[in-house]
């Protein structure tokens, strides 16, 4: 959309994120930035033209990092500059410790994304040769030029659920992972259990029933042997572990007929059955985390006072608000 300046909604953006910028990163401020490690940091003061100032490195941990920025500060009066901004990639959780000294010094900061340092280290000398020394001065000059961002300060609800999204992220890739083992040990060693439902991975009967294979240690020609109303009832007694109650007896059925009739390869079906029974009781127990994590960041948006809102939402879970403002923080 153009507007009648001539401007688009794009360059008004751009333009509102460069003034942003510009309260931070101020000509009367040298650039600190900090090439952070665990127990190594590099540091390079500069000025707006890249000329390096002064450098440093220490061997400490980066929330003992205020001798530094103190440093930085006594080295910019020196040549003429008032303050200091202190930029850096973010790197793990370092950066926030980085940006709490920054604050509580007075100075400012910002971050620079580390695809931007990556490709910057290559435009400056042509080389892919990476070093310490190196990527500090890269990054310097990455914030002289704007090429940088204000980055989040969350507030302590915020940030809660920010922690507790990325743990549902990390829980998710476990059950997703689960999934795929049980479905790639069952497709070699009893393929024809897998053809029992049509989305096998999703259905409580078919777990249950699963259950019933792997708790009595892969027993195929036992288990038929006992009938299909033992077989039955001994899924309908699994139920509850996948938090359903009712049975579906044409899965239950499909199942058992896979007993007489497992194929894949048979030297391999104890063993990945076990193997297969272990996996399952990861998934559940992973299950159970993530509703316990999922819970956590329901009652955070509880209390920033947010579920109204979000349930208003047509198509929207509560849950599926939650992961999205994990994500995105504050969307205002």
Request: aromatic share 4%.
């Amino acid at each position: 959309m153009v507007q009648r300046s001539g401007l688009t909604r794009g360059d008004r953006r751009r333009n509102d994120r460069i003034e942003a910028l510009r309260t931070v990163i101020r000509s009367d401020r040298a650039i600190l930035a900090i090439d952070l490690g665990e127990d190594k940091q590099v540091a390079a003061l500069l000025d707006h033209d890249g000329r390096v100032l002064g450098r440093r490195t220490v061997t400490v941990k980066a929330f003992a990092l205020g001798g530094l920025l103190a440093w930085a500060a006594a080295q910019a009066g020196r040549h003429g500059f008032a303050r200091v901004v202190v930029g850096c990639e973010p790197t793990g959780h370092r950066w926030r410790s980085v940006m709490q000294l920054a604050d509580d010094a007075g100075m400012g900061f910002v971050c620079v994304q580390s695809l931007r340092v990556h490709l910057a280290r290559e435009a400056d000398d042509y080389t892919r040769d990476k070093t310490d020394h190196k990527d500090a001065v890269v990054i310097g000059k990455l914030i002289a030029r704007l090429d940088c961002y204000l980055p989040e300060r969350a507030e302590p609800d915020w940030a809660r659920l920010r922690h507790l999204g990325a743990r549902r992220a990390r829980l998710v890739t476990e059950a997703t992972s689960c999934q795929q083992q049980i479905a790639d040990l069952l497709g070699c060693c009893w393929p024809a259990a897998l053809a029992a439902a049509a989305k096998p991975l999703e259905s409580t009967s078919w777990l249950a029933c699963l259950s019933v294979v792997v708790d009595t240690g892969g027993e195929l020609a036992a288990l038929a042997a006992a009938g299909l109303d033992a077989f039955t009832a001994a899924a309908r007694a699994r139920l509850s572990r996948f938090a359903a109650t009712r049975l579906s007896h044409r899965i239950a059925r499909g199942v058992f007929a896979a007993l007489t009739d497992p194929g894949g390869v048979g030297a391999q079906r104890p063993g990945a059955l076990e193997r297969a029974g272990l996996v399952l009781a990861d998934w559940q127990h992973t299950r159970a985390r993530l509703g316990d994590v999922q819970s956590r960041m329901l009652g955070v948006l509880d209390a920033m006072g947010l579920t109204a809102l979000v349930t208003s939402i047509p198509g929207l879970s509560t849950v599926g608000a939650a992961v999205i403002l994990a994500e995105t923080g504050d969307l205002t």
